[in-house]
């Protein structure tokens, strides 16, 4: 009596011969050789259907050290070498506390990394929409514009302020670069969306304690260098 079950797989559950041998987990460090002469021997972050291909090939030579996560140092170098040209520290320290999963203490996993991607993917087509004179900087009234298409209504003196604390880490000319941008629109946002939490009623307002305000803004400051 011929037996067909298992098909072309087999039908026990260890390695026979002729089967692949399972891949190391977690993946291990090419000892002996660097880890660009050895993808594909194991090293598989797991990524999100749908993940922007450019954004696995960056994780990918970003992830030094093969740890399956991205930190501080591996997240500039990744971002610098991409389609962006510089990221602050600052700016780094800050998509790190943004995006990062607190149980992960390792730095992004793929996951984050993907999300991250995405997210730059959209400021940098706001960036671009708003660069009105195609300078490749975003100026005070651009900023004003790129952030009311967002949803906030920033006053002028915010605005100035805004400005001059953005600008000094960009390049001193009133301008913000791309990696300035970000980091003023997430803080923008960032810092809206808790207020909004606190006023319920919609009005611009809200009464908060000392405690709350504290809690509110340090974790935007400390993510600062
Ligand atoms: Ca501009």
Redo the contacts with the bound molecule.
Sequence with gaps: MASSFGGPYGYGYGYGDGQQQPQPYPPQPPYGSSPSSSFGSGYRPSFPPGTDPEAIRSFEMADRDWSGYIDEEELQQALCSGPYQRFSTGTVRLLIFLFKNPTDPLGLGPKEFAALWSCLGQWRAIFER??????????LT?LRDALYSLGYVIPPSVLQVLMSIYDSRSSGTC?LNFDAFVECGMIVKGLTEKFKEKDLQYTGSATLGYDEFLCMILPFLVSYD
């Design positions: 708003f660069d009105r004179d195609r300078s490749g900087k975003i100026d651009e301008e």
